[in-house]
């Protein structure tokens, strides 16, 4: 099975910063430091923790939610 990714944002494909939007570490507010096609990136505004989120992620997120398998 191919999985194609869906570039529209809402409920089924949020940024990532929506689903982690405080870091895991201080607490501060997580903001998408920049987008590829394969990746996207987190960097905590006060400390500069960075949470990178590989595209497949998001794929096989969609999928589970979906209740289909991989």
């Given at each position: 099975m191919v999985l194609r990714a869906v570039k529209r944002k809402g409920p089924q494909n949020p940024d990532p910063c929506e689903v982690?939007?405080?870091?895991?570490?201080?607490?501060?507010?997580?903001?998408?430091?920049?987008?590829?096609?394969?990746?996207?990136?987190?960097?905590?505004?006060?400390?500069?923790?960075?949470?990178?989120?590989?595209?497949?992620?998001?794929?096989?997120a969609r999928v589970k939610r979906k209740g289909g398998s991989r």
């Open positions: 982690l939007d405080t870091c895991p570490l201080c607490g501060g507010k997580m903001e998408e430091v920049y987008s590829r096609p394969h990746q996207k990136v987190c960097a905590c505004a006060d400390c500069q923790t960075t949470i990178s989120i590989p595209e497949v992620a998001w794929d096989i």
